[in-house]
């Protein structure tokens, strides 16, 4: 009967997403809510205009289907569902000062993103401790420090997530595998709440990918990849960090290497070079890939490749501390 319950959680959520991304994107175009591209901007590598719209599906899929099939009214989704509306709003600003060729303030952003992660710990979903793997007795941190730990991990993941939504098909399709394997991670732990809510993710994602792989049809925008960084930071930390071990606590960073380890680079980079850590340039990995010859294809293949690699060693972590 629960697999059942997986099974349904992932086609309601394709098929929501699926069928809800052509009417939004009809939508965009009479709205001139679209991202056009820019000669002066290298990170532009579309040519025509593209609806920024998906957001909004990936948005309603996900949420509906959670509801539906974890029936969990509790205050941690509550503050889930408000975090996401507040990423949401300001993604949707964001977007709209992107299609009038303007650049919206990296402040407001960060606070909005600052503050959904606060409201996901205040609701009790936080990284609290770890078990000592030698006693084998759980030690809870300090409050300031599992405030602070978890404030960042949330944010820190909807950032990366965002900085990786630069190529057709990519943020989608990293997200998908990292939500997978925190589904499997989930179902070997006996958290179903988690497990549904990561299949969802792997559902609501897929659909977005048959629109958004090369050339792309539709884009989610600021407001979709942080969206889903911030859902696949909450699945973390509701499921592989809860009763983790010193080792355990590498399967979820492992599960999102390729964003994580990348944008740390990126970060690293700008902030020797003195320049904004919001500051967008083209300093990824997946640029640079195009830099040195590869194809869009064949980028995103590269990656999907490396993020599978990386995702089946967070799983053998797994089934070592099992």
Request: with cysteine.
């Amino acid at each position: 009967m629960i697999v059942i319950l997986y099974v349904l959680s992932f086609l309601v959520s394709f098929f929501i997403v699926y069928l809800l991304i052509p009417p939004l994107g009809k939508l965009a175009f009479r709205l001139d809510f679209v991202d056009r591209p820019r000669q002066d901007v290298e990170r532009k590598i579309h040519r025509e205009p593209i609806p920024l719209t998906a957001s909004y599906a990936i948005f309603i899929g996900f949420f509906i289907t959670y509801l539906v099939f974890a029936r969990d009214f509790s205050l941690e989704t509550l503050a889930l569902f408000i975090g996401g509306v507040l990423l949401l709003t300001i993604g949707t600003i964001d977007d709209w000062y992107k299609t009038k060729g303007k650049d919206f303030p990296a402040l407001p952003k960060f606070i909005v993103q600052i503050a959904a992660a606060i409201l996901v710990f205040l609701s009790g979903n936080a990284f609290t401790g770890f078990i000592n793997p030698f006693s084998g007795d759980y030690i809870s941190l300090p409050f300031i420090l599992q405030f602070v730990l978890t404030i960042v991990w949330i944010f820190g993941v909807t950032t990366v997530i965002n900085f990786s939504d630069g190529m057709d098909g990519l943020a989608g399709g990293l997200t998908a595998i990292s939500a997978i394997t925190l589904f499997i991670v989930a179902l070997t732990m006996g958290q179903s709440a988690s497990a549904i809510m990561a299949i969802s993710l792997v559902g609501v994602t897929l659909a977005y990918l048959r629109f958004n792989k090369a050339p792309a049809k539709i884009f989610m925008g600021d407001a979709g990849a942080t969206f889903l960084g911030f859902i696949l930071a909450v699945i973390a930390l509701d499921g592989a960090f809860k009763q983790a071990t010193v080792l355990s606590l590498f399967i979820p960073i492992l599960a999102m290497g390729v964003p994580i380890f990348d944008n740390i680079f990126v970060v690293i980079k700008r902030f020797i070079q003195g320049k904004a850590i919001y500051q967008a340039d083209a300093s990824q990995v997946h640029y640079r890939l195009l830099k040195a010859g590869l194809n869009q294809k064949q980028v995103v293949a590269v990656l999907y490749l490396v993020s599978v690699c990386l995702s089946l060693s967070s799983i053998i972590l797994l089934l070592i501390e099992t």
